[in-house]
């Protein structure tokens, strides 16, 4: 049972739409992640957060956009969607501390035409 | 962070042992060594990590070198459902216990019936 949840799944939108990525996490982490992924490629980090009102830039530059305004959600906006940022996106959570792991959600594939 | 170095891909028959290496030369004595697989584009799932001792888990074992600059991932038993991309990755704890994860391109286990 997933811990971590992201929506939409899938999203097929036009070129300078708006869009939000949806994350959410259940088990109280403070750290909070956001990677994005080509197919068959590396992960790359774009975003992360170490818990309410902190956001950092990962080492993948990135044009999208978040916010932590609570400890269990962390969205990704895109202001002006392109073809460019056709990808998925995958959002992650962690305790403090090298001992635990990081838990990912199940993604979000998106294809903007 | 140390760089880790992986086969690209590697074949294992259903029912055997799968054996993945993993070299880290460059690892400090403080990073410790983690082992993600993704399964298709699903997120990627965390296996085990380690410090300096050879750890067990339901998942998997891992086998750590007296010189740690090695280790090994070992599924005991393969099942076609752990065909995946493995990921070996070492990480140190910077900035008041935070961390984040760098993942390479993995191995690439393909489960032969």
């Known amino acids: 049972e997933a811990d971590i949840y992201q929506t939409p799944r899938y999203l097929v939108i036009g070129t300078g739409k708006k869009i939000t990525l949806e994350c959410s996490q259940t088990?109280?982490?403070?750290?909070m992640y956001w990677y994005q992924q080509d197919p068959g490629m590396e992960l790359h980090l774009i975003h992360y957060s170490y818990g309410v009102n902190s956001t950092e830039k990962g080492d993948l530059s990135s044009e999208s956009t978040v916010s932590r305004i609570r400890t269990e959600h962390f969205p990704l906006t895109l202001e002006s969607a392109r073809p460019s940022h056709t990808s998925q996106y995958l959002c992650a959570s962690s305790e403090w501390g090298t001992a635990y792991g990081y838990t990912f959600g199940s993604g979000t594939r998106l294809t903007v035409v | 962070d140390a760089k880790t170095t992986q086969p690209p891909s590697m074949d294992c028959a259903e029912g055997r042992a799968a054996n993945l290496p993993c070299n880290h030369s460059t690892i400090s004595g403080n990073e410790y060594v983690y082992w993600y697989r993704q399964i298709h584009s699903q997120g990627p799932q965390y296996i085990i990590h380690g410090l300096k001792n050879n750890e067990t888990n339901e998942m998997a074992s891992l086998i750590i070198t007296e010189d740690r600059k090695s280790s090994t991932l070992i599924l005991p038993h393969a099942t076609l459902r752990d065909t995946a991309v493995y990921y070996c990755?070492?990480?140190?704890?910077?900035?008041?216990?935070?961390?984040?994860?760098?993942f390479g391109k993995g191995t690439k286990l393909s489960v032969i019936p």
């Open positions: 088990m109280g982490h403070d750290k």
């Open positions: 990755i070492v990480r140190v704890a910077s900035g008041a216990g935070s961390y984040q994860l760098t």
